[in-house]
């Protein structure tokens, strides 16, 4: 989802509010009905730790299996002064207060020799499935200055990879790898080369390792990669290096052919998973990998391939397309996947608020709206790494859903200097969303596994979805069609979900505009997404937490 069309959307925080009620998905498109009671993490009634502001905008959260729940979020900005904009935590087992991992006001840790403070979390946190270490990238003004070999002065170091796995924030990574005296921080198999940005969100799995995407550039040649580090309880984590998994310099596996991107991983158990292909617009090669964070270059296991059979569908039906976000446990992949050639056509318009550079900037390049296709056939997917069988969880179209991608437009707008987003250039992004979780039952020794994904439903006129549904859903399996149901879904009653959803002139119950949920939400049996509830003339939003019904489980 759209960091920003949370925006002016959101609620009071209750620390011991629980709100249930029969009905709720009772309206929804899906065979099975259960009842959901929803907790509230956070919302716009709540005061931002160490600020006089409320809190308005919320990233998707992410959860341990301890229910420590971590969200980006930000404030309006008013007569006081920037917008607050940070990452923050709450303990749900035991309803603590929110607080603050690290803001606009936090010093970058060390290395800092410029008394630099944080300017932007650059994506939404995550966290790890058993502890409490969370890791964000972020972005802040230069934090190094040192001396170049002919004397002059220079200064580095403006994004990283920060993360608590010792309860202080540490330095993971970043992008100080040209600095003589941080050479671990450099890119595996250089000399004084600089990881250039770490895009979308660092995985971490414990006990003390954090897993990322880097993109770097070697004479000229822009590369990407999947690494990992190992941290010890010291500044930067110790001095051990960032270690390559794998990167595009080699080859994909069983092919004479170079990856040509790669995808922020996910990580539990210390495995990682993640996406390679050899075109990221349009693959002919490459899947989902499997690496043991052992040594560098581990061996990769394929879990599954562009081009690899579509399960449930007739001979013929293959894989040509597969999603970057994937979700993983320690045993269970859910992941996006796209077959056929057959498309639909979608006119992408720019959004309407947010971020004035990136809106004027959207505008100025598509004034006419972005055209783009869509794969009509998809599919939300697991794959069990223990059994090596790969399961439908969900397909378009069908009765149900028509679509499970979603668009955004996002990153860095040339000529402002900053970043909203990750570093990477700003552009138009599809991504899918999904959520699997073994662990629901206690045990992740059988192939019992619940998977909660994002999914829309409604026709495309003259390249805009008219009157469409949008949901999360909550399917278990391994069994197909084993209890699917609703979970949410836009144009529902918002105070289901939370009490002061409601317009304060009116009292008139707001209805649910838009939800949010990423990879690390579901852990164990509960689920942790974003709501938003909005008319014309009042919005309210926040981030909200439920478990899966007893009769589900």
Not at 198 to 227: E, H, Q
Not at 257 to 278: H, M, N
Not at 343 to 356: A, E, S, V, Y
Not at 485 to 503: E, F, P, Q, R, W
């Amino acid at each position: 989802m759209n960091w920003n069309r949370l925006r002016g959307l959101a609620m009071v925080l209750g620390a011991s509010t629980l709100i249930s009620g029969v009905g709720r998905g009772a309206d929804l498109d899906a065979p099975v009905k259960f009842t959901f009671d929803w907790q509230v993490v956070v919302n716009n009634g709540v005061t931002v730790p160490g600020d006089t502001r409320t809190f308005n905008s919320y990233s998707q959260p992410s959860m341990n299996i301890n229910r420590l729940v971590v969200f980006r979020a930000r404030t309006k900005g008013g007569t006081t002064g920037e917008p607050a904009h940070g990452i923050f935590a709450r303990d749900m087992s035991v309803r603590t207060p929110v607080n603050t991992i690290f803001d606009r006001n936090t010093a970058v840790p060390y290395p800092n020799n410029l008394s630099s403070t944080f300017v932007e979390p650059a994506a939404f946190p995550r966290i790890a499935i058993g502890s409490n270490m969370m890791a964000s990238s972020a972005n802040h003004q230069p934090v190094w200055e040192y001396q170049l070999s002919d004397g002059t002065d220079s200064r580095a170091g403006t994004s990283g990879i920060y993360t608590n796995p010792f309860g202080y924030l540490l330095t993971g990574a970043s992008k100080l790898g040209v600095v003589p005296a941080f050479s671990f921080f450099e890119v595996p198999g250089t000399v004084g080369i600089p990881f250039d940005v770490f895009p979308g969100s660092p995985a971490v799995t414990g006990p003390a390792t954090i897993v990322f995407k880097g993109n770097f550039t070697l004479d000229g040649v822009g590369y990407t990669g999947v690494y990992y580090r190992d941290l010890i309880n010291a500044p930067t984590g110790g001095f051990g290096p960032v270690v390559l998994i794998a990167d595009t310099t080699m080859n994909i596996p069983g092919t004479s052919t170079l990856f040509g991107s790669t995808a922020p991983p996910s990580a539990a158990g210390r495995q990682a998973v993640f996406t390679g292909l050899d075109n990221e617009d349009n693959p002919t090669m490459g899947g989902i990998y499997l690496a043991p964070l052992t040594g560098t270059r581990p061996s990769l296991t394929t879990l599954v391939n562009i081009g690899g059979a579509v399960p449930g569908e007739a001979a013929g039906a293959l894989f040509t397309r597969l999603g970057e976000g994937l979700s993983f446990d320690g045993r269970f992949v859910g992941f996006w996947g796209a077959w056929g050639s057959e498309t639909k056509t979608l006119i992408l318009k720019c959004p309407t608020d947010g971020d004035k550079d990136l809106l004027a900037y959207c505008n100025q390049q598509y004034p006419n709206g972005f055209v783009t296709t869509v794969p009509l056939h998809q599919g939300i997917f697991v794959h069990d790494t223990a059994t090596h069988t790969t399961y439908t969880v969900a397909k378009a179209p069908n009765v149900n859903f028509d679509d499970f991608v979603y668009w955004n437009f996002s990153g860095f707008v040339p000529g402002t200097g900053g970043s909203t987003e990750d570093g990477e250039p700003a552009r138009w992004r599809s991504a899918s969303f999904v959520a699997v979780s073994g662990w629901v039952d206690g045990k992740i020794t059988d192939p019992t596994f619940h998977t909660a994904f994002k999914a829309r439903k409604g026709p495309v006129v003259n390249g805009e979805y008219v009157n469409a549904v949008d949901g999360i859903y909550l399917r278990k399996g391994p069994a197909t069609l084993q209890l699917l149901t609703g979970v949410v879904k836009t144009g529902m009653d918002g105070t289901l979900i939370d009490l002061s959803a409601v317009d304060p002139l009116t009292q008139a119950h707001l209805p649910v505009t838009a939800m949010g949920i990423e990879r690390d939400g579901f852990r164990g049996k509960s689920l942790a997404i974003t709501v938003s509830m909005a008319t014309e003339a009042a919005g309210w939003a926040g981030v909200y937490l439920t478990v899966v019904p007893a009769a589900m489980q």
